[in-house]
């Protein structure tokens, strides 16, 4: 298949990509910089120059597809308070992608996350949470890709773990590593039993071209390896890595040491895996996120 990934210079995009076209799938990558073209034209990939913005550039490309990965996002104005702007511009793609794809049958899979699901307790696919504000508006977005379902599009969201992690990780895992070299201690909120489910980028993006290549339309995907991760545990993996103390912080103290982050990092959010792995057989193989991070690698540079 020839497939659109929106993203495909990021994180988990380059992985995807990486994967699409070892499986002999041929990849058309969204790029709205000549750095971020030069990523996706090294990996393999043929480039398109756009923003995810460019609603008639997504429609175009989307429309010669055999299929779309949607992965781009505006972290940029998410993470610096505008998440409803960063929202609105995804749901905007999701629906230019949709009604170029309506019809076809063709696959989209498009990025969501596990907050919010089904606050500690364990969350599934089944589970079809309501929007809040901020981040939770990406809920809507999710029922709105699913519902292209009906409309002639074999569409799914993919519910990425809070953590993809592996070598190279700058999301959550590495600001929190940041925050707490800053601080001079590792510390998690409280007694630190609240958990994170957790992913490899490798297993993440296997799983992507799984749903590309075979999931019915209207299908949620747990992009996710370990149910939940302790945070104390994780808290205690960067204390041994940076060689620092180990300390319970209160939740008034937590967004002095982690600003934005301080109310996710305290979050119990423990989500299942079992369907996803059953309808696609997918088995994730790790490394999980303690012994990950005991790799080493989240701790090589200075800063993040
Ligand atoms: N990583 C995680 O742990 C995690 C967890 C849960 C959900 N997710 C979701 O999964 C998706 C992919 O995440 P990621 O970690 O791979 O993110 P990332 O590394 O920040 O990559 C974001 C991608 O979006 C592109 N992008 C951003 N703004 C754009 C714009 N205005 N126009 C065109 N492209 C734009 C970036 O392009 P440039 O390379 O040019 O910047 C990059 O390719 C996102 O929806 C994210 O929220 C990620």
New binding site residues.
Partial sequence: MRIFV????????SAVVADLLAADHQVLG????DA?AQAIAEAGAEVRRG???DLDVLRAAAAESDGVVH??????IAFNGDFDAAVATDRAAIEAIGDALAGTDRPLAI?A?VAGLRPAQLATENDRPDPFPGPGGRILNERTALALAERGVRSMSVR?????HGEGDS??VAMIVAADRTAGAAAYVGEGANRWPAVHRADAARLVRLGIERAPAGSVLHAIGEEGVAIRDVTEAIGRGLGLPVRSIAPEEAGGQFGFLAGFLALDMPASNDLTRELLSWEPTGPGLVEDLDQGHYYANGSR
């Fill in positions: 929106t993203g495909a210079s990021g994180w988990i995009g969204l790029a709205r910089s971020s923003d995810i913005g992965l781009a996002f505006r972290h940029d990025a996350g990425f773990a809070p953590t993809v999301g959550f």
